[in-house]
């Protein structure tokens, strides 16, 4: 096996950073030594395979993307992102996990849903990958189906208080999928918003000829999400079982989320980089001279873009410092604006939700860092070690440690990052959400259990690389 030697950097952690040298052998991490170290009788330099000159740089954890949906089918078409290109398009970007959602939709088993995201993936992507479960029909066969997913190293799925029609959980329905996680240890993954009462504000809009992609945000109202997020605290409070609300974006939200922390319930919350950096004004009412006033359908997602006027970003970035949200995912759904985005031209309610983000979350937080919004450690914690607790991957990813797998970023704070479709841009789309972006620092090499995928802006790895995470439960819960 190959053994390699990362020298001369910062090594940061979630509590800290130090000047450390990190011994790969295949693999796996086997020793985190201080600089010039001869703990092992040896001049560790000259007798391994390989040296990675770090000096001057941050030596972080592999990313965990933990909220993405490659291939995901969405309103009459799919994500235009395979777990090959969005995978690939995730190594660039620092991200060496990632945990996609297996989709059971109604009417279906929910273990041929699981078997079909297993047959996409397998063989396809670049970087490790594990599964989430989606349950869109909640009856006493996929009940009884969820009891056994743990077992196949799923311990986590997701219900919708969204979508009518898709993918709609009833109370009855949630309470129920509830108390399967409470019994199985499970955690149960939210899309807290009220579907039905949207539904009725946004047939509303269109009927007064509203069509256009601003008024997604507008139909989809904070209310909407503040209220839903708090039905789905007290549902998990009834049947005592842990909660992790995705994509939060509404500060009022947050709050809900808070108040239940607040009173030692095992209640999570993620949120997104759109809702840290992108708003309603600037993007969903967005104009060009291509498109005109569908030029907002590029950054058409749900939850949806707040209000900039209102305080969510500002509100976001301080939950992130105080804990109150735990971490930062993608919740990566690209879709290209020719024939997909496009759908919608006459109907912001057919515009396919989502935005394509994998490839810049680990640059668009440490710009956070650069900023002053996080620091450098809660940077390594918001994007790699939370991710590993909340979802049973913790001490094998998240982490640089012996025994850990190899997954290392080398980060260099001195260097500059472009964002946009003819600079730093590798998803499977016809345009970035985040065109213009500029990003004080860059991804030199990245490391996936100890092999170099990607080094400077070359790809080293290769379709199959990765392989598919079985995961244990929650390590984060009180």
């Known amino acids: 096996m190959t053994t390699t030697l990362i020298t001369g950097g910062t090594v940061v952690s979630a509590t800290g950073r130090a000047p450390a040298d990190v011994l790969i052998d295949g693999e796996t991490i086997r020793a985190v ?35 993405t949906h490659m291939e995901l089918p969405f309103g009459g078409t799919a994500a235009s992102d395979t777990f090959e290109t969005g995978t690939r398009a995730a190594a660039h970007g620092g991200t060496t996990s990632i945990i996609d959602f297996a989709v059971q939709t109604y009417g279906q088993r929910v273990q041929d849903g699981l078997a079909a995201w297993h047959q996409k993936a397998a063989g396809n992507c670049a970087i490790d990958y594990g599964f989430h479960q989606i349950v869109g029909g909640v009856d006493d066969d996929s009940l009884a189906a969820m009891r056994a997913l743990p077992d196949e ?46 539904d009725v504000l946004a047939q509303q809009l269109v009927d007064q000829g509203k069509t256009d992609p601003y008024y997604h945000g507008i139909a989809r109202a904070w209310e909407m999400e503040e209220e839903a997020t708090h039905r789905a605290i007290m549902l998990a409070k009834v049947t005592d079982a842990p909660l992790y609300v995705v994509h939060v974006s509404a500060k009022q939200a947050v709050e809900q ?25 600037d993007q969903l009412g967005a104009k060009s001279d291509e498109w005109g006033a569908f030029e907002g359908a590029k950054w058409v997602c749900s939850t949806p873009l707040r209000a900039r006027a209102d305080g969510h970003q500002h509100a976001m970035w301080q939950a992130l410092r105080t804990n109150d949200l735990q971490m930062v995912s993608t919740d990566h759904c690209p879709f290209c604006m020719k024939d997909q985005k496009e759908l919608g031209l006459a109907d912001f309610r057919k515009i396919p939700n989502g935005i394509g983000s994998i490839e810049h979350r680990m640059d668009l937080m440490y710009q956070g860092v650069v900023t002053g919004e996080i620091t450098l450690e809660r940077w390594v914690e918001l ?32 260097g500059h990052t472009s964002i946009g479709v003819d600079k730093a841009h590798h998803m499977n789309m016809d345009y970035s ?32 690389d990765g392989r598919f995470l079985k995961r244990g439960l929650s390590q984060y819960l009180l």
């Open 433 to 464: 959400a985040w065109e213009g972006y500029e990003i004080d620092g860059h991804v030199d090499t990245v490391l996936s259990r100890g092999k170099v995928i990607v080094d400077g802006d070359e790809y080293l790895g290769a379709k199959g």
């Open 153 to 198: 190293g799923v311990s986590s799925f997701k219900l919708f208080m969204a979508y009518p029609g898709v993918f709609y959980s009833d109370d009855a329905q949630i309470l129920k999928a509830m108390q399967v996680a409470r019994d199985t240890g499970m955690l149960t993954m939210m899309h807290a918003e009220n579907g039905p009462a949207i």
């Open 257 to 281: 989320l808070a108040t239940a922390r607040d009173k030692g319930w095992n209640v999570f919350g993620e949120t997104c980089p759109q809702y840290l950096y992108l708003s309603l004004e």
């Open 33 to 67: 030594l201080e600089p010039g170290s001869n703990l092992l009788g040896t001049d560790v330099a000259a007798s391994v395979d390989r040296v990675i000159d770090a000096s001057g740089r941050y030596v972080i954890p592999g990313g965990i993307d933990a909220h």
């Open 383 to 414: 994007t790699s070690t939370t991710p590993a607790r909340m979802f049973g991957l913790y001490g094998r990813k998240g982490v640089i440690q012996p025994g850990a797998d190899a997954d290392i970023v080398v980060y260099d704070p001195n």
